[in-house]
């Protein structure tokens, strides 16, 4: 049980037709997978479907900084004509601005990274982070091409 099982993590979200992050508290380290499948990815993205470009500030997100050790993951979720991927933003520390991107991503690759970031298996999270890294040959997506 230990530490880990009693990691508290502050999440936020971002919605697509709000200015503004938007903090919705602070949560146990048991509840951040439920509160990420519960988040409601589908309707965020029907509502930017039907809204104008200039009334959508956001693509839906979801984050979660870790309050002990300052480890945040930013997941967003991203629809084009083919398919719709995650996003994933990893910042290893407040004192740290270094930012690494996992671009698209599927829902169970997006959970599976999650999962190792709730219970603090930071290592596993800079290892997928540096694959990505080095075999930046692949062309992904530009990050402003979000809707």
């Not at 009334?55 to 050790?69: E, H, L, Q, R």
């Not at 040959?137 to 979000?146: A, E, F, T, Y």
Request: proline share 4%; net charge negative; glycine share 4%.
């Amino acid at each position: 049980m230990g530490e880990r099982m009693k990691s508290m993590f502050k999440w936020t979200v971002c919605d697509p037709h709000l200015p503004a992050v938007v903090e919705k508290g602070v949560i146990a380290r048991d509840a951040v997978l439920t509160t990420f499948r519960d988040f409601p990815w589908g309707s965020m993205l029907a509502k930017m479907r039907t809204a104008k470009d200039e009334d959508i500030y956001f693509s839906p997100s979801i984050g979660f900084v870790n309050v002990a050790d300052g480890h945040a993951l930013e997941i967003s979720i991203v629809e084009d004509k083919k398919e719709t991927v995650f996003y994933l933003f990893y910042k290893e520390s407040n004192d740290d601005m270094s930012t690494f991107d996992l671009l698209d991503q599927s829902p169970s690759t997006t959970v599976d990274i999650l999962d190792e970031f709730s219970l603090g298996n930071y290592e596993i999270l800079r290892n997928r982070f540096a694959v990505k890294r080095q075999s930046n040959g692949k062309k992904s997506k530009p990050w402003w091409r979000l809707w």
